[in-house]
């Protein structure tokens, strides 16, 4: 399923059984704000990161957010931007030793944040591009934590909203929800 057929079946979802999520998500961004998003990254974001930002441009509240992975909220993309400048800043003298350093790379795009550091990343190219994953500030990329790509972790979403199927294979919503929660269900 694509990511824009797959997004529309959320919101629809998402007003239908989590109203209090839905109503967290902001308004689209616009093209304007994802030409300067480009201009900031260095090159345009993948088409599926910009269909995700036209979808809606993240969450506008602190809580009953809708988070992109348990515990991890859907970044506004100006957020997303300041965190990718940020993380470029701090890790610039580690890449400039080790260019494959495994903690972060400039490619690497953040879509999500736990507000303590760690994000789930899109990665816009290399050998895994369009990989969805999990980077912990502390472990380094996850990928067991994601996706081959945006249609695939809205796929695994949908599953898992409207059927018995694990989240990231561990997490399971908790039915008859205002808001969209996750308990872990183990690995």
Known sequence: MSITIALVGLERWLRAHTPATAATLAPA???DRLDAAASTFGRPLPADVQRLYLWHDGTVAALDR?????????????????????LNRVEADRLAEDPDYRYWQPHWFPIASDGGGDHVMVETAGQ????????????GPEPERGWPSLDAWADNLMDALTTDALFAGRWRRVPNSP???WNYAGD
């Open 29 to 31: 961004t616009t093209l």
């Open 179 to 181: 808001a969209l929660q």
């Open 66 to 86: 809708f988070e992109i992975h348990p515990s991890h909220y859907f970044l506004p993309l100006a957020v997303a931007v300041d965190d990718w400048a940020f």
């Open 128 to 139: 895994h591009r369009g990989r969805v994953f999990v980077r912990s500030s502390e472990n």
